[in-house]
Every structure is written in C-alpha cells, then in structure tokens.
C-alpha cells in the first residue's frame, strides 16, 4: 500500500511513523505483535500500523481481524516455550495446588483484561467527546487516568518485560543446546560438532554470532515465516514429549501414566516454593495485559474481545494443565526446570530441541525490537533530527515539506505545529553516526538480555520477569485505573465495588514481592 506517516506521540517524545501492513506475529509468551488494520480518513490503501501501540498510539483505528483471530493469537501469545516449564512448576506447587495457581492466575488476568478494554473505551469516549483522539494504547491509559508518573510507570515495564522475555529466550536456547552437547551417549549433531560445551558458552556466542547481527536488522518481513514456524515447533514438543514420556520413557500407557500422577504430591510444601520457583511463571504465560490493546485494536469489532480473552485462557490453560500434570507423573522429583531436559537425544528428539532453538532464535529480534524502539525514542539524542525520523521507520517517500500537527493543544498559534524540513540530501546527514548509536542501542540491550539470562535457569528468569514486569502490569495497574474512573463519575464498577479492586490490587503487590523477594534469596543471593 502507500506509504502514510502519522505523527505519534510517546512520553513526550515526538516521532514519525511510516505504517505499513503485517500480520499479527507471536510464537510464544508475550512479544512484540504487529495488526494491519485499514485507514478511514483517505485512501484505502493508507496503513496506520500498531506494532509499538504499548508505547504509542495511532490516530485512526479500524481493526480487520475476527474473534476467532483473536482468540488464536492470544492462545499463541501464552502458549510457547513457557509451557515447557510448566512441569517444574507443578512439581513445586503440586497438582492440585499448581492447577488451582493456573486457574486463578487465568481468571484474574481475564478479568483485568476486560477492565482495561472497559477503561479504554471510557476514555477514548470521553477523548473523542473532547475532539482529542482515542486511547488506543496501555501507556496513553495510564497517563490519561492516573498521569504521567504511572504512564513512566507502563512504559519501563514494558519494556521490561520485553527485555525479560529475550533473556528468556536466551536460556531456553543455551540449557537446550547444552542437553545435547553434553550427552555422551548421544551421536546428535551438536555433540559431534561441539562437545561438552555448558550452556554459559551457548548463550554468549548465540547472543554475539547470531542475536547481535539478527538485532540490527530494521525489517522483520523475512521473520514472517516464524510463525508458522512456532506453532509446529511447540505443539510439536509438546506432543512429542507426552508421546515419549507414555509409551517410552517411562511408558506403560496412559492408565500408568495416570497412576503416577495420583503418586506426586498435591500442595506446596512452603511459601517460598508456592512463589520463589514457579507463580511468576504461570503469570509469564497468562499475563499478556501489555499485548491487550494490540490484539483489540486489530479486531473489527472490539466488543468481542471479551470472548475472544475467556476462550483463549481458558482454552490454554486446559491443555496446559493436562500436559503440566502428565509430565510430573512421569519424571517425578526429577523433573527438569525445562522439561525438555528429561527427554532423550535421539535422532527425533535432538530435531525436535533443535527446532525449537531455531524458532526462537528468529522470534528474538522481533521481541527485541519493541524495547529496541524504546530505547532509540529515548536514547537517540534530537541531533539526529529527522535522520532519526526517517531511518528508524525505513521511510522511503517523504514530500519535501512535513508538518505534525501536536495533538496535545488545539490552540491556533505557532506553538501547533512542528515543521520538519526534509529534503533529498536528509540521508547524507551523519548515516554513519545513526548506525553506530543503533548498534551501540542493539548490542547494549542484546549485553543485557545476556546479562538478566545469568541470573539462573529459564524457570528463575521466567518467574522473575513474569511475577514482577508483567504482575505489575495484570494485577496492579488495571485496578488502579478502573478505580480513578469510577470515582471521576465516568464508569460503574462491578458487584465487587472498590473493596474487590482494592484486594485485587493487594493481590498484586504481594505477587510481585513474594516472587521478587523468594527469587532473590533463594536464586541469586548465595
């Protein structure tokens, strides 16, 4: 379609953003997600793209996609390469208790995703009412009901979380490939190639051979096919793993499978193994309130969603039970922090690992590329002027004169606008210099990542990012803001009235510091 620049706007920060189709792309627990949704105010043709609308928001939005689309994407968005490690998390909670963690962790951040959809609409209502443009963004809700130290708030753990989520990405990969690299009974290819080698070194020449190079690409078009890719991939590991784990190792059936099951024990032993270990990474799943706006704004009717939310947790967090529960009946006290561990390095099997590996290897630039934007809108000095602009976006026609109207004011005077000149020779000003502060931006935020995947398995960085970034953002947030509207006199809360908004939010802060506090002492604090 045409190239159409909108004027954005994120925590002051003035910038350009050239729209343009795609599809909506997520392999695994949470990421970037990018929706392809139609412009009303021209040609059919003009894109206004959402892919960064945790951060910033577009001016017209008019969703394509059904309820049946978004319900897929939600369920891809939870389930991934966290499922995997689903397993250790009802060995330390038990069967009974881990199910009843999944359970209430998916009700709760159902209930706080239809808040927040509520809120949105309220406030891009009364926006709208007011001649300002809507909300379409979690970062533009928060500034607009509880201001601007909470929309400061969003935007860190947004990106947070998706530097969280690359780190453990980075994990997954470097304990997958050490299984195979360490096993001397096995003659896969990673062990003859590279034997013996800990997941330490896997992770540091993946993140400097591959992650660095792969993060300093601007288009993401050739990643398309991960998708795809990532739906095999996981449903093939799943199924590959309750396949072997029934019929090989231990095997016996499904009838013994089941007997084992009733053998494990059915509640935790403590506190700190209820949080310390594993409710930080039931929320790493479902969790996804940061991606909420994203996937409403690509639907083409947003009333939905309500239904597209209960069918996707649900639905999810069924199948995750039965698999969570059939994998600690077979491996018992040794199951692995990812179970993928406890399986053998056959021919099939080291395919399988190596697949997954390869998925998420081309996931991880696109997750990374949200924090990456973020960090560019905030780092980039206004030096660059519009090299900054026209770069970061891959603009490819610009008029020789573009004014951005400042949605902010809608006073007539000169301080409205702000008239960018933008002539043929733009991209011969510092080119040099713009690449070097990305890459410098690319390889400090991949250093990083690298950094968070040290502080111990994937389980650990799992529930670390899950239970604090992304608690914060379900359990905390969504509360507050549907509190500060109804005491505005603008909406009606539920039978629970304040009370229930406030032990809700209760509920969130003791997550967060329950899991921060037992993850600390028991995982990185010798």
């Given at each position: 379609g045409k190239s159409l620049v909108r004027r954005k706007k994120a925590l002051g920060i003035n910038i350009v953003q050239l729209s343009e189709r795609e599809r909506l792309i997520n392999n695994s627990s949470p990421t970037l997600l990018s929706a392809s949704i139609s412009n009303n105010e021209g040609d059919d043709e003009d894109q206004c793209s959402i892919g960064t609308n945790t951060v910033s928001g577009c001016e017209t939005i008019t969703g394509t996609e059904s309820s049946l689309s978004a319900t897929t994407n939600l369920a891809k968005c939870i389930c991934g390469a966290g499922s995997f490690a689903l397993p250790h998390v009802f060995l330390e909670q038990g069967i009974i208790g881990g199910t009843i963690a999944l359970i209430t962790c998916g009700a709760l951040a159902t209930y706080t995703m239809k808040s927040m959809v509520n809120s949105k609409l309220i406030v891009s209502n009364s926006n709208i009412a007011k001649g300002e443009p809507p909300c379409t963004s979690y970062v533009q809700l928060a500034g607009s009901t509880l201001g601007s130290t909470f929309s400061k708030l969003v935007f860190s753990l947004t990106l947070?979380?998706?530097l969280g989520v690359c780190s453990s990405y980075i994990v997954f990969i470097g304990q997958t490939l050490e299984s195979l690299s360490i096993d001397p009974t096995s003659t896969n290819i990673v062990r003859q190639i590279f034997p013996d080698l800990s997941a330490f070194y896997w992770e540091a020449w993946v993140s400097a051979i591959f992650l660095f190079p792969l993060c300093l690409m601007r288009s993401y078009k050739i990643f398309a096919f991960t998708s795809a890719l990532g739906v095999v991939a996981v449903l093939g590991g799943i199924i590959v793993t309750l396949a072997n784990g029934i019929f090989q190792d231990p095997g016996g059936g499904i009838t013994v499978a089941l007997q084992h099951v009733a053998q494990q024990k059915m509640f935790p032993t403590s506190l700190a193994a209820a949080f310390g270990g594993s409710f930080g990474t039931v929320a790493f799943l479902f969790c996804?309130?940061?991606l909420t706006f994203p996937i409403m704004n690509s639907?083409?009717?947003q009333k939905q969603f309500g239904g597209a939310v209960t069918n996707a947790v649900f639905g999810t967090?069924?199948?995750n039970i039965i698999f969570a529960a059939l994998c600690v009946g077979f491996y018992g006290d040794q199951t692995q922090d990812l179970v993928l561990g406890n399986l053998g390095n056959g021919p099939y099997?080291?395919?399988l690992k190596l697949l997954l590996c390869i998925d998420l290897l081309?996931?991880?630039p696109i997750v990374f590329s949200s924090g990456r934007q973020i960090a560019e809108n905030a780092l980039i000095p206004t030096d660059f002027g519009s090299n900054k602009i026209v770069n970061m976006l891959d603009v490819v026609e610009l008029t020789p004169l573009t004014t951005f109207d400042d949605e902010d004011n809608n006073n007539d005077n000169d301080n409205d606008q702000q008239t960018f000149k933008m002539n043929q020779n733009l991209s011969e000003q510092s080119p040099l210099l713009l690449s070097v502060a990305r890459g410098a931006i690319a390889a400090g935020g991949v250093l990083i990542c690298f950094s968070l995947a040290q502080i111990g398995g994937f389980g650990t960085v799992a529930n670390l990012v899950g239970g604090v970034a992304?608690?914060?953002?379900?359990?905390i947030i969504p509360p507050l803001v549907a509190v500060t509207l109804a005491r505005r006199g603008e909406s009606v809360l539920d039978r629970g009235g304040e009370p229930g908004q406030l032990i809700l939010g209760l509920f969130g802060v003791c997550v967060v510091a329950l899991t921060s506090y037992f993850?600390?002492?028991?995982?990185?604090i010798p």
């Open positions: 947070s979380a998706s996804v309130n940061f639907m083409t009717d967090a069924f199948f099997l080291s395919a081309f996931t991880f992304q608690g914060t953002l379900a359990f993850t600390i002492i028991g995982n990185i």
